[in-house]
């Protein structure tokens, strides 16, 4: 049986660390960091991940505001709206909450986020920086980042001599958690719904990473024995065995046969997707202390 990686207790670590970077800041120089939350439409889920960034944000000791538009917002609206979170010096961090409403271009309100203030690492300016490897120098999208400390805290700095495997290629998570993955010297493969032999490439990889958004997907088959299986899947599935019209959530991996081959697994929930929010705040007092001139925290 493999160890489950705690999720909340890691992001648990994460904020007490955030927690005093931001009285550290505040303490040197009089600033609390500022995040700005933008959510826009209805979406009951996003609504509940917005929620928690602004509580987390307010525990952490940040200056927080939320912005909730109503769908009938224009793209043109909500733009004006970034470029004054963009002019105001209170704002260290904007979050773009996703997906937009239909009709939305987010690529455009994305890249209309100063970079700096790209606390969701989204921008191409940030991309850009972790894809030629300065991970200093920039800001690294949150779940890519969380999903990276669970395979430092598991295998080191070094993953030289590692293959790893992404199975997705999002520009939300694909993309930079394959990145980190090579930044950090492991031999990476980005597979994909296009991608031949899935099973067989999976089952090569010392770090297996999934972000296809396909429940169970992978199965103990395209596990490497003593691998480490991160899931980044959230999928909510019919329980039926739990009452007419239950629910539950999995991820894209079949946790438990696949806890009988790998070494190391993330469970859905209580994985990777708590580190999202907890890097989030990272992100903003990195930002912070960046935009005051002191030196950021290195998470
Ligand atoms: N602007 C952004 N939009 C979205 C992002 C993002 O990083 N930036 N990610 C997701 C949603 N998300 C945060 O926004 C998020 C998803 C999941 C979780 C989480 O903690 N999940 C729990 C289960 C929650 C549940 O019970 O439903 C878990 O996995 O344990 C946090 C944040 C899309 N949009």
Same mark, same amino acid.
């Given at each position: 049986?493999?160890?489950v990686?705690?999720? @909340? =207790?890691?992001?648990? /670590? *994460? ?7 931001? !009285? ?6 009089? *600033? ?5 939350? !933008? ?10 991940? !917005? ?7 307010k ?21 004006? &709206?970034? /470029?004054? &979170? ?16 239909r ?13 700096? @203030? ?10 850009? @920086?972790?894809?030629?490897?300065? %991970?200093?120098?920039?800001? *690294? ?20 001599? %590692? ?11 694909? @993309? $930079? ?5 090579? /930044? ?9 719904? +296009? ?19 396909? $429940? ?6 395209? *596990?490497?024995?003593?691998?480490? !299986? ?9 329980a ?13 991996v /079949?946790f ?5 081959? #790998? #070494? ?9 997707? $708590? ?15 960046? =935009?005051?001139?002191?030196?950021? $925290? +290195?998470?």
């Open positions: 049986m493999s160890k990686i705690d999720g @909340k =207790a890691v992001a648990a /670590a *994460v904020v007490e660390d955030v927690k005093a970077a931001s !009285v550290r800041l505040t303490a040197e120089t009089g *600033v609390r960091p500022g995040l700005a939350v !933008v959510i826009v439409g209805n979406d009951p889920a996003s609504h509940v991940y !917005v929620s928690s960034k602004s509580r987390m944000a525990e952490c000791g940040f200056a927080s505001i939320q912005h909730t538009l109503p769908e009938t917002t224009s793209q043109a609206d909500l733009e004006a &709206l970034v /470029a004054d &979170l963009n002019a105001d010096p209170a704002v260290h961090g904007i979050l773009v909450q996703l997906p937009l409403p009709g939305f271009d987010s690529d455009v309100v994305i890249q209309s986020i100063l970079p700096e @203030k790209d606390v969701d690492g989204l921008h191409v300016v940030n991309a850009g @920086k972790l894809m030629t490897g300065d %991970l200093e120098g920039g800001l *690294v999208s949150c779940t890519p980042a969380g999903a990276m400390l669970f395979v430092r805290q598991t295998h080191g700095d070094d993953l030289s001599g %590692l293959n790893a495997v992404v199975i997705g290629r999002s520009n939300l998570f694909g @993309k $930079p958690m394959a990145a980190l993955l090579l /930044a950090a010297n492991a031999t990476v493969t980005i597979a994909h719904s +296009r991608t031949r032999d899935l099973a067989g490439i999976a089952a090569r990889a010392d770090i297996l990473v999934a972000a296809v958004g396909r $429940p169970e997907m992978v199965r103990a088959d395209w *596990v490497k024995p003593g691998a480490t !299986v991160i899931d980044v899947g959230i999928n909510r599935i019919d039926p065995e739990r009452g007419e019209g239950r629910s539950r959530l999995v991820g894209d /079949a438990a046969e696949c806890a009988e081959k #790998a #070494a190391v697994i993330t469970p859905v929930p209580g994985g990777v997707g $708590p580190m999202t929010i907890a890097m989030l705040m990272a992100n903003t007092v990195i930002a912070a202390c960046r =935009a005051n001139g002191v030196e950021a $925290p +290195r998470f």
